[in-house]
């Protein structure tokens, strides 16, 4: 066994791979820490590590809110389920009985709002029901909002102001087949259309969701899709689900992303919440969406396909994007997309997650996080706290397993 060391070990290499070290920068840097939660996946369930603390938070069975800020679990015993909501110490925030067998589908930033619906649902197309069961519930123990839904639906986030509940509707409801996204207007109750930003009504279609990340505002939601057409075509887009506006917009990919693998693309928004990065390992290509005009600006080549695991995007404060498939590690230049640095790290990176320091890389391996600094090339330390267990995922993206990737559907 392994032996776990306590906080961060320090481990400064120097190596010289493919722009990373260059000889002579090897020593630790002078500058004052920075501490950052990462947000992990693992065995144990959802997992924040602090960096400088000894040990991981791990929440077995937790959601997270949509900020990460909080984690939210539920307890089913007998005909009612407890909900509890914490903070990222562990410290309970609040906590609710509702009645009913029910599991959290999702929470708001902050935990404000929880939506809770009948178990399954997770892993591709739910079982066919005509009436649906939800329950939001909040802070006030004593306002949960328990909703009666004729037909067959599946929450999937709340508006910025707290008042719908964004839903995807199957059809038809006894045996789905195809979906379409539906706003719950938690005062009236009523399921409204959804439109686009052309005044649209989105209908119904099939899709497979791939990948799902938030602007850093909270107020948009991109989900990268691919559609197989009726005529034996292949089609790849990112839908654009407004939280505050309460609008919706597909924003069609390049040919080349429609073909490739399940675990080759990733996603990633930038810090200024002005544009979204989608990458393609298998094709080496990463294009760019303007957020404003919602369409691909520019698509530019990335090399950063190895064998093995599955694609991963970051953008950092910094303005690069960090991109990593197998062992191999690609920092562009988010502004040119032209390549800074790569790496081989000789393991399978299980995600990124950029910090809050200038240049600050997390790189999850297989129960561990390397910090690397994207300006100079070091390997600046290793976090290896104890309770961590086998990282899963790092970084606050949503990426499905093959038999998950239509848990999230849109209609576009």
Same mark, same amino acid.
């Given at each position: 066994?392994?032996?776990? =060391? ?17 000889? !002579? ?15 992990? &996946? ?30 939210? $679990? ?17 410290? $309970? ?104 930003? @052309? ?7 099939? !899709?497979?969701? $791939? ?16 559609? @197989?057409?009726?005529?034996?075509? &292949? ?37 200024? !919440? ?33 064998? !093995? ?34 790496? @081989? ?28 600094? =994207? &300006? ?21 993206? =949503? ?9 999230? =559907?849109?209609?576009?």
């Amino acid at each position: 066994m392994r032996k776990r =060391t306590l906080g961060v070990v320090v481990a400064i290499v120097g190596l010289a791979l493919g722009g990373w070290a260059p000889p !002579g920068t090897g020593g630790r840097e002078a500058e004052t820490p920075v501490q950052d939660v990462l947000f992990l &996946r693992t065995g144990g369930g959802t997992t924040l590590v602090r960096t400088g603390e000894a040990a991981a938070q791990v929440f077995p069975g937790g959601i997270p809110a949509s900020d990460w800020s909080a984690v939210v $679990r539920a307890t089913m015993r007998r005909r009612e389920t407890q909900v509890v909501a914490l903070d990222t110490s562990g410290t $309970r925030l609040w906590s609710s009985v509702v009645p009913g067998s029910l599991e959290v589908k999702l929470a708001s930033a902050h935990a404000d709002l929880v939506a809770l619906g009948p178990p399954g649902g997770s892993t591709g197309y739910p079982t066919g029901r005509s009436w649906t069961t939800l329950v939001v519930v909040g802070p006030d123990p004593m306002d949960p909002n328990t909703i009666e839904l004729r037909g067959n639906y599946e929450p999937e986030a709340f508006s910025t102001d707290g008042g719908s509940l964004f839903v995807v509707q199957y059809l038809p409801p006894l045996r789905p087949s195809h979906y379409r996204v539906r706003r719950l207007d938690l005062r009236t109750e009523r399921v409204e259309g959804v439109y686009t930003v @052309d005044g649209h009504l989105q209908e119904a279609m099939r !899709g497979t969701a $791939r990948i799902q990340a938030a602007s850093p505002d909270g107020r948009r939601l991109y989900t990268l899709y691919t559609l @197989d057409e009726p005529d034996g075509t &292949r089609r790849a887009f990112v839908h654009v689900l407004s939280l505050d506006e309460l609008w919706a917009h597909c924003v069609d990919l390049p040919e080349g992303f429609a073909t490739a693998g399940e675990q080759a693309l990733a996603i990633a928004v930038a810090s200024d !919440g002005e544009r979204v990065f989608v990458a393609d390992a298998t094709s080496g290509a990463v294009s760019e969406i303007d957020t404003g005009a919602l369409r691909v600006t520019r698509t530019a080549p990335a090399a950063f396909f190895a064998p !093995g695991g599955t694609a991963q995007a970051v953008a950092g404060h910094d303005g690069t994007l960090s991109l990593a498939k197998g062992g191999r590690l690609v920092v562009l230049d988010g502004a040119t997309l032209t390549t800074r640095r790569t790496r @081989d790290l000789g393991q399978r990176i299980t995600g990124l997650q950029a910090g809050r320091a200038p240049g600050r890389l997390y790189v999850g391996v297989k129960d561990r996080i390397l910090v690397l600094d =994207t &300006r100079t090339g070091l390997q600046l330390a290793v976090i290896d706290p104890t309770n961590l267990g086998t990282i899963d995922q790092l970084g606050a993206s =949503t990426r499905w397993l093959e038999e998950q990737r239509t848990a999230f =559907t849109c209609a576009c």
